[in-house]
């Protein structure tokens, strides 16, 4: 059990504190409401590139991370399709440090140029490093394009294409901020050695005074239903033929959500699970074999994604793929391996909830989603989940009509 | 109003005391060390058994790890799907990882689950069968593995670095190609076991959450086997560095960006410099906040990151400065790079920086220290060191009080370029 306290300030900032008195340190959490499926699709990137220049210097603070470090603290920053996330963890003697920088931020960035110019040229580099000079790197562009027709997902959070993040203007780093880097579109989390008054004091003080800001009402184009089945073939530089395929799922706060994520630790979580061990150690067709979904809050994917032993043809992997789920959509599943995976869940939030700071960005995302309370319902969610409903979904979801699928050839 | 342009003030975290708490020890009754911490709020543990098996005592490239990996592929009495089930079912994880010296064996736990849990661990490490079949599972899905990770500039880049600094015969400079799987056999890896494992030297570690009879039942599981506690290092392999320091691989034609790996020997966890050096790696690229981040990620772009770090070996080890940069700006980025390693040699770090560095270094070190854990890592470093607690306070000391003359002199004598190895991988 998480037990916190939340209450909101006069411009609409909502905050949120969970005291742990066993560390001697403070983490203060920052989530922004926008994420890359907010972007123009002719400006993609644009959210991450943004979470760069947060560190640039705001209206008052000519640099964030010195100041921070010389009180003894850490941070970083990352950028989801759905969300942007800062944080920070630093001796809880020194919690104002992290109000002034956080807030000073809040208010307004320097807008820097140069600041600007080197942070493109940084996201380009870690856009190189990940996404093109990685054998398969582009597969994810390529699925996401496949999968969405006009939902903003179509895009990943790295952006569509270099150019998009080289052209980025000053002009439009000052809309962005002031859309939507604002009170009434945050969250403060401040979790550790720290007590709600401590807390209410200083998020008065030092976020108190921001204006409000507009509430950014997010209007997005919803993804139809697909009717047929989708398939796109690659040829590429690799070693190795890989298998991608993806079935549109449910969005996070949908009930269904809880028995899509125990059908994935079905056929993929470990070394019992269903796919690892029919189609790597049993039939041999494929090296590794994993299937995920990215717990997006729209309607998200599941996919299930390897790599195929040398010589085996991909017709005959695939087929093998959907062998294993026609099981599943026959048989079912037993009670025993329904309650493995409810285990492996309960234990896999245990161990996350050991640090402080993953408690504070939990309650964080969750407080976005609608309601923090959910982090202390999540666990009851997944014990409720039937072996029928199992079934039920795993006959929805891999409906053939539903499915994406990438054949990615090696060229050699 | 508020002034917004001044600084709260601070607590220098140099004020902090640290305090590393302290393990309990208990010795099995085969002479077995268990070192524990108990601490923690949520109910979880993690138990390490760690074998001097690395590859240091391999007799065949790529055997070590390959024994390693296959203690969980069957016993005896379990295939690989029944040892992995049992452990999933009860929502544990048993991971296998192999280093230089050591490999080990560990558990992620609830609490509660542990008992059910031990003696199957025990029948790991004592009725583990090495099938054939898994073998060629492993062999084939390895070297599958392999052929991805060789397209990769970065990690080609790592392999070859560490061969030109300790020769490809030295444990910290061999590295493996696909023949070294295909040589392998069932016999290697049993007698291997046999050896390292089943008769081995062992040293345990549990932190968490720990059950009131765990010692017991560590006891029962562990303390008759014919393993024990010892606390000599192998003796030392001989290092043959390479003689030409400068290299430029071209491993992609296509390739968008260059790895960039510049490192040098240097001596281990024992030599009166490691500490110093360990300060002075942090103000050239040891955090975000260091020199070479600052200048050649945050001045001029041409990398998402760049760090400089000591290998953390037993023995001897090397200093290495790592990033990946476009491929156009990589010669521009090594330029960069020694001129900073110059900038150290020739004008003292001065006072502001030196504080900020410090105060850096000792919040992280506190924020590393909340969690059993965490503190099991440091004291099992410190062990497997055969160091104690000193190396922990005097190590906080030199953060706290290293003058920066002392780290220009460090800085002569460890930063001159002739000593460095350079490679740049495409």
């Not at chain 2, 990946?324 to 330029?335: F, I, L, P, R, Y």
Request: charged share 25%.
């Amino acid at each position: 059990m998480i037990q916190y306290e939340k209450f909101t300030l006069e411009n609409g900032l909502r905050v949120l504190v969970h005291t742990d008195e066993s560390t001697p340190m403070a983490v203060v959490n920052v989530i922004y409401d926008v994420g890359a499926r907010d972007e123009n699709p002719e400006k993609t990137g644009f959210a991450h590139l943004f979470e760069h220049l947060m560190f640039g210097g705001s209206i008052n603070i000519p640099e964030y991370d010195e100041p921070l470090q010389m009180a003894g603290g850490e941070n970083n920053a990352f950028t989801t399709n759905d969300l942007t996330n800062y944080y920070c963890q630093l001796p809880a003697e020194n919690i104002e440090t992290a109000f002034w920088l956080e807030s000073d931020r809040m208010l307004s960035l320097a807008f820097d140029s140069k600041s600007l110019d080197v942070q493109r040229k940084v996201v380009c580099e870690e856009f190189k490093e990940h996404y093109i000079n990685k054998p398969y790197g582009d597969a994810w562009h390529k699925m996401r394009e496949l999968a969405y027709t006009v939902h903003p997902y179509r895009w990943m959070t790295i952006g569509k294409e270099l150019r998009h993040v080289e052209e980025a203007t000053l002009q439009d780093v000052k809309d962005f901020f002031y859309k939507h880097y604002t009170p009434i579109n945050a969250i403060l989390v401040v979790a550790g050695n720290i007590t709600v008054e401590q807390v209410k004091e200083l998020s008065q003080k030092w976020f108190g005074p921001i204006p409000s800001g507009t509430k950014y009402n997010r209007q997005l184009p919803v993804e139809p239903r697909q009717t047929a089945p989708k398939m796109m073939e690659v040829k590429a530089s690799v070693p190795l033929d890989a298998l991608y395929k993806c079935w549109h799922i449910y969005p996070r706060l949908d009930k269904r959500y809880y028995v899509t994520d125990l059908i994935t630790e079905i056929l993929s979580g470990g070394g019992s699970s269903r796919l690892f061990q029919a189609l790597v150690k049993e039939k041999q067709l494929f090296s590794n074999i994993d299937c995920s979904h990215y717990g997006s809050t729209d309607a998200g994917l599941l996919s299930i994604t390897g790599k195929l032993v040398k010589g085996v043809k991909m017709k005959d992997a695939e087929a093998a793929v959907m062998e294993e789920i026609v099981r599943l959509q026959q048989e079912g599943i037993s009670e025993q391996e329904l309650q493995k995976v409810k285990n492996k869940t309960e234990s896999m939030m245990a161990f996350e909830d050991m640090s402080v700071m993953n408690r504070a960005t939990n309650l964080a995302m969750y407080e976005l989603l609608g309601d923090a309370d959910l982090i202390n319902k999540e666990l009851e969610m997944y014990q409720a989940v039937t072996r029928e409903e199992l079934l039920n979904e795993s006959r929805a979801i891999f409906d053939e009509s539903n499915c994406n699928t990438l054949y990615y050839y090696s060229d050699n | 109003m508020i002034d917004r342009a001044k600084s709260p003030l601070i607590k220098d975290a140099i004020e902090f005391n640290l305090h590393l708490k302290p393990y309990e020890k208990f010795v099995l009754d085969n002479g077995v060390e268990v070192y524990s911490i108990h601490a923690g709020a949520q109910e979880v543990l993690q138990l390490e058994l760690v074998f001097f098996a690395g590859n240091t005592y391999e007799k065949q490239n790529g055997l070590a790890a390959a024994t390693n990996y296959m203690l969980r592929n069957g016993t005896s009495t379990k295939t690989a799907f029944q040892i992995n089930e049992h452990f999933e079912y009860y929502g544990a994880y048993c991971n296998r990882t192999s280093n230089n010296e050591t490999a080990s064996v560990s558990l992620h736990t609830l609490s509660k689950h542990v008992n059910e849990l031990l003696p199957l661990m025990r029948e790991m490490i004592t009725d583990s069968v090495f099938p054939e079949e898994e073998l060629e599972i492993y062999k084939q899905n390895s070297k599958q593995k392999l052929s991805v990770n060789l397209q990769k500039c970065d990690f080609v880049a790592n392999r070859l670095i560490d061969a030109y600094l300790f020769g490809e015969q030295h444990p910290y400079g061999k590295y493996l190609v696909a023949a070294d799987y295909d040589a392998l056999t069932t016999d290697m890896m049993k007698a291997h076991f046999q050896q390292y494992y089943k008769n081995g030297n062992i040293v345990i570690f549990v932190a968490g959450n720990l059950p009131l009879d765990l010692f017991a039942q560590l006891n029962s599981q562990f303390g008759d086997l014919p393993i024990t506690t010892s606390h000599q290092l192998p003796k030392k392999d001989i290092i043959i560095p390479a003689s030409q320091k400068k290299y430029r691989v071209i491993n992609d034609p296509n390739g968008v960006q260059g790895a960039i790996r510049i490192a040098r020997p240097f001596p281990g966890r024992h030599h009166p410099d490691f500490m110093n050096i360990m300060v002075l790696n942090a103000v050239l690229g040891g955090f975000f906040g260091s020199r070479l981040m600052s200048n050649i990620r945050e001045d001029k772009g041409y990398t998402y990151g760049i760090h400089s770090y000591v290998q953390n070996h037993f023995q001897d080890s090397a200093w290495m400065i790592s990033t990946e940069a476009g491929k156009d700006v990589s010669e521009a980025t090594m330029e960069e790079i020694y001129k900073e390693m110059k900038l150290l040699t020739e004008e003292p770090i001065d006072e502001e920086e030196l504080l900020l560095v410090r105060n850096y270094l000792i919040g992280s070190i506190l924020g590393d220290l909340d969690g059993p854990f965490q503190i099991i890592g440091r004291w099992k470093n410190i062990i497997l060191n055969n160091l104690d607690h000193q190396y922990f306070y005097d190590s906080i000391t030199t953060i706290k009080t290293i003058p920066a003359e002392e780290l220009m002199g460090l800085s002569k004598k460890y930063l001159q370029p002739s000593d460095w190895y350079e490679l740049l991988v495409i």
